[in-house]
């Protein structure tokens, strides 16, 4: 048995998701308008690392302060079903049911809330999510990130923490697909690393370091 690991945004979808959930929750009135430029200037500021996942978290999930579980769950569903799965590349849709045949294990690997990428990843017939854990307390969201927060090289050290406690699964060999160099820590330690519509940085490691490189369309 293999392990499978999946970036979820420019990966498996044609998008960001936390950028669609921003969205769809301003289009359900959920969350004011003034939220998509945040989110978007706030993403800006992350990337180019002047805030950290913490504090772009902190924010984004403020809009779920105070809500039920069982609420959001089924805001969930519905935005998975509206704007997630319209998104998956059709090839992406292969290479998961390869995977499958296989009877490898598959997981998403993502700096997202796992509010959000453990139904996504149950809708798309995979085994589970490594994602950050959102806040619990009273069967209610606290609108902040469980402590700590760590993205980019962090998934690294999420999957190993990961590895070490599925005592009862050896995996023969560990695949990894994302487009971001973002990703280079997780991708390197990979025995298969598979670049998809890669990024500039990504694209030239990916061809110095002879990884496989696909073009996927919607």
């Known amino acids: 048995m293999d392990l ?7 990966t498996l979808i044609c998008a960001d998701s936390n950028s669609l959930w921003m969205r769809w929750l301003v289009s359900q009135g ?9 989110e978007q200037a706030l993403m800006a500021q992350y990337r180019q690392g002047e805030i950290s996942l913490e504090a772009y978290m902190n924010r984004t999930l403020a809009p779920l302060a105070g809500m039920a579980t069982l609420t959001v769950s089924g805001w969930v569903r519905r935005f998975i079903q509206r704007d997630i799965v319209p998104r998956v590349y059709p090839a992406a849709r292969k290479q998961l049911a390869w995977h499958q045949q296989r009877g490898d294990t598959i ?18 017939g995979l085994h589970g999510a490594l994602a ?11 609108g902040q990130p469980c402590s700590p927060v760590s993205g980019q090289a962090g998934k690294a050290t999420h999957l190993a923490d990961w590895q070490s406690l599925q005592q009862e699964k050896r995996f023969h060999h560990t695949w990894a697909y994302s487009d971001s160099i973002t990703d280079l820590p997780l991708l390197a330690q990979a025995d298969h690393a598979c670049v998809i519509n890669p990024d500039t940085q990504l694209l030239q490691e990916a061809r110095q370091r002879g990884w496989e490189v696909s073009h996927w369309v919607k």
């Open 4 to 10: 499978a690991l999946f970036d979820l945004d420019e």
């Open 30 to 38: 959920y969350a004011p308008e003034t939220l998509i430029a945040e």
């Open 107 to 124: 997981m998403l690997i993502s700096a997202g809330g796992d509010h959000l990428l453990t139904p996504i990843a149950q809708r798309l």
């Open 132 to 142: 950050v854990s959102v806040e619990i307390i009273n069967d209610r969201y606290s």
